[in-house]
């Protein structure tokens, strides 16, 4: 059974850091793409950054140059580094893996993780 156990949210001062850790565990697998994702309250999830299994990496515009993502493929984790935090960055941060079967594939979600920025 493939689960994902995320961790590392927690309440950080205007201009503070997180870094958000996502396990992937499970007998036998193949990751693809994994991503990070957030919701607001009030608003819909959005895409934060992904990375394929190529080592592809990408954040969108709004996180640009604060945010990164990284992958261990040894270990399946993705990471996301979240630096120089804003108010509007609080959200619930949910970890998310394509995984390949045969026949075609399953997506994967983690529990989500608070991250509260306080001014």
Known sequence: QVRLVESGGGLVQTGGSLRLSCE???SSFSISNMGW??????????????????????????VK???????????????????????????????????????GFDDYWGQGTQVTVSS
Do not use: H, W
């Open 24 to 26: 992937v565990s499970g």
């Open 65 to 103: 140059g604060r945010f990164t993502i990284s992958r261990d493929n040894a270990k399946n984790t993705v990471s996301l580094q979240m630096n120089s935090l804003k108010p509007e960055d609080t959200a619930v941060y949910y970890c998310s893996a394509r995984i390949r079967r045969v026949g």
């Open 37 to 62: 994702y957030r919701q607001a309250p009030g608003k819909q999830r959005e895409l934060v950054a992904t990375t394929t299994s190529g080592g592809y990496l990408a954040c969108v515009d709004s």
